[in-house]
């Protein structure tokens, strides 16, 4: 039997129901995704129940347009699916048609860890890394400090005692009234504020060195609108004061993940420095990494912009390299939240 190098790849972990067909790990051959977030923003979350109905809707069409879309190139000859972590029902959409197909089409199933498969998009289009790397992946479900030694071997350093970074965010657009998700509105919000107009904290962990916490800066954001006291109701902002707040909120952010992340590759000797997920979209978290990293010496390795956000490019390509080293999964493949 020859390798398989041509992955159907799928992601159903959140919001977004993601297909794609990725050849060799990295050439994009057709790739689809439907976003859930006008569903879930009346609610100012994603809602699970909502999300795997949505995914069970959506899922069939997008397959068929991707394979539609690569036909030319021939039929996928593995199946990569996100097993974990995720929404529950959400993930379960997602394998259970994966496994029907690859029972169908007799394929290889492979499971993949969709935290792993952001780490990967950092590096999927590259030639030239150099390994061991620190690589970051901030989401709205993750924060994660990670020791990559080579695309499949991950050592987790740090993460959040709390909320991830994301997530912290769209709380934080909540509070300041820049609607959902609040990643991309405080990024625009951001940048017609002045970043040092609030000194807000780094969320330090005692102890644990790599670690983050983003509940105290969230609380001072609070602070800022209320004042002390929690129970009065929020004062009314003038837009500068809004975008002052934004940009001093992730200017905070920026720094807490960049300090960390440096601070790793620094005592490991790593050879660069990665950011995925979500959040490695963020305009001024870009920018200041390629400014440390090059303060630092170390070349950088971010998700394309379109790529760093939920997709099934990161997952059929890092399937295409999990099938190889370690082969497939079986038909019982689980779906696990954590
Ligand atoms: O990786 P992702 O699409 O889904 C998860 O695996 O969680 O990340 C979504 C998160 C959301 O919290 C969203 O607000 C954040 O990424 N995000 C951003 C930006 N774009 C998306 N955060 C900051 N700046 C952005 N431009
Ligand atoms: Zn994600």
Same mark, same amino acid.
């Given at each position: 039997m020859t390798a398989a190098?041509?992955?159907?790849g799928i992601d159903t972990s959140c919001d977004e129901t993601a297909v794609a067909v990725v050849e060799e790990g990295r050439r994009v051959l057709s790739a689809r995704l439907s976003s859930q977030i006008g569903l879930h923003a009346p609610f100012g979350g994603v809602v699970?129940?909502?999300?795997s109905r949505r995914h069970l809707?959506?899922?069939? $069409?997008?397959l068929q347009e991707v394979l539609e879309e690569s036909r030319s190139? $021939?039929?996928? #000859?593995?199946?990569?699916?996100? #097993?974990?972590p995720g929404l529950i029902g959400a993930l379960l959409v997602g394998v259970s048609a994966a496994k029907a197909l690859a029972y169908a089409w007799r394929l290889p199933l492979v499971g993949v860890d969709h935290v792993h498969a952001h780490a990967y998009s950092t590096i999927q289009d590259r030639d030239d890394v150099s390994f061991p790397l620190a690589t970051l992946v901030v989401s709205g479900g993750h924060t994660s400090l990670f020791l990559m030694r080579s695309a499949l071997d991950l050592k987790l350093r740090g993460e959040t005692v709390?909320?991830?970074? $994301?997530e912290a965010f769209d709380k934080v657009a909540s509070l300041l009234e820049l609607g959902y998700p609040g990643g991309p509105a405080i990024d625009k919000a951001a940048r017609r504020g002045n970043p040092h107009a609030h000194s807000l904290p780094r969320g330090?962990?005692?102890?644990?060195p790599f670690d983050?916490?983003?509940s105290g800066l969230k609380t001072a954001v609070r602070y800022h609108l209320r004042g002390q006291d929690l129970s009065q109701p929020a004062r009314v902002l003038e837009a500068s004061e809004v975008a002052d707040l934004a940009a001093s909120f992730q200017e905070a952010v920026v720094e807490a993940l960049l300090a960390r992340l440096l601070r790793l590759a620094g005592e490991e000797g790593a050879a660069?420095?990665?950011i995925g997920g979500g959040v490695a979209a963020n305009t001024r978290l870009r920018e200041r990494a390629a400014e440390r990293a090059h303060q630092a010496g170390l070349p950088l390795y971010l998700s394309p912009r379109e790529l760093a956000t939920d997709n099934a490019v990161m997952v059929a390509g890092l399937g295409f390299h999990v099938l190889r080293e370690r082969g497939p999964s079986g038909l019982d493949l689980e779906a696990t939240p954590h």
């Amino acid at each position: 039997m020859t390798a398989a190098t041509r992955i159907l790849g799928i992601d159903t972990s959140c919001d977004e129901t993601a297909v794609a067909v990725v050849e060799e790990g990295r050439r994009v051959l057709s790739a689809r995704l439907s976003s859930q977030i006008g569903l879930h923003a009346p609610f100012g979350g994603v809602v699970p129940e909502i999300a795997s109905r949505r995914h069970l809707e959506t899922l069939f $069409g997008l397959l068929q347009e991707v394979l539609e879309e690569s036909r030319s190139a $021939g039929p996928p #000859q593995a199946i990569a699916v996100t #097993q974990k972590p995720g929404l529950i029902g959400a993930l379960l959409v997602g394998v259970s048609a994966a496994k029907a197909l690859a029972y169908a089409w007799r394929l290889p199933l492979v499971g993949v860890d969709h935290v792993h498969a952001h780490a990967y998009s950092t590096i999927q289009d590259r030639d030239d890394v150099s390994f061991p790397l620190a690589t970051l992946v901030v989401s709205g479900g993750h924060t994660s400090l990670f020791l990559m030694r080579s695309a499949l071997d991950l050592k987790l350093r740090g993460e959040t005692v709390d909320d991830a970074a $994301g997530e912290a965010f769209d709380k934080v657009a909540s509070l300041l009234e820049l609607g959902y998700p609040g990643g991309p509105a405080i990024d625009k919000a951001a940048r017609r504020g002045n970043p040092h107009a609030h000194s807000l904290p780094r969320g330090e962990v005692k102890g644990a060195p790599f670690d983050f916490s983003f509940s105290g800066l969230k609380t001072a954001v609070r602070y800022h609108l209320r004042g002390q006291d929690l129970s009065q109701p929020a004062r009314v902002l003038e837009a500068s004061e809004v975008a002052d707040l934004a940009a001093s909120f992730q200017e905070a952010v920026v720094e807490a993940l960049l300090a960390r992340l440096l601070r790793l590759a620094g005592e490991e000797g790593a050879a660069g420095v990665a950011i995925g997920g979500g959040v490695a979209a963020n305009t001024r978290l870009r920018e200041r990494a390629a400014e440390r990293a090059h303060q630092a010496g170390l070349p950088l390795y971010l998700s394309p912009r379109e790529l760093a956000t939920d997709n099934a490019v990161m997952v059929a390509g890092l399937g295409f390299h999990v099938l190889r080293e370690r082969g497939p999964s079986g038909l019982d493949l689980e779906a696990t939240p954590h």
